[in-house]
């Protein structure tokens, strides 16, 4: 089974109705459990995960998160932040330090998919989830 990362914002979509990619959101989770793709998480995003949630929903869905939450969940290593910090340095838009790591923990492990909202990690070479599983 091939592994996606998911991005902060597609969490947050899933689980906030009032969200503007609500509805995208739960239909690309919907194909991504038909191909069989495995969601995986790092343990950067999963703090910035809970922090979202807590401003945009409430301290109860944060909670209920980490109570639930049963996604495999990769630590970023030191060599992936090293690797973070030359993504972010050798561009001039805005990225945040656990879009960076991210970006680095997929080359490590060799992840082609993303479910992210964020048109960075197309940019970064990344396939971007759709509501149809392709390319956006």
């Known amino acids: 089974m091939e592994a996606v990362l998911v991005d902060t914002g ?3 979509a899933l689980l906030n109705a009032d969200d ?15 191909r069989g793709a495995v969601p995986m998480l790092t343990n950067f995003i999963l703090a910035e995960i809970f922090s979202s949630l807590l401003a ?22 030191e060599a992936d932040e090293k690797r973070a910090r030359e993504i972010i340095l050798e561009r001039e838009n805005h990225i945040s330090y656990v879009d960076g790591t991210s970006v680095a ?15 960075f990690f197309a940019e970064c070479g990344f396939r971007l989830l759709s509501v149809t599983g392709n390319v956006e």
């Open 105 to 119: 923990v997929m080359e490590r492990l060799g992840i082609a998919e993303v479910f992210s909202f964020d048109p």
């Open 20 to 34: 503007l990619f609500h509805r995208q959101a739960r239909l690309i989770l919907k194909e991504m459990r038909r």
């Open 56 to 77: 945009a929903v409430g301290p109860d869905a944060g909670r209920t998160w980490l109570r639930h939450s049963i996604w495999p969940v990769e630590r970023v290593s």
């Open 10 to 12: 597609a969490v947050v």
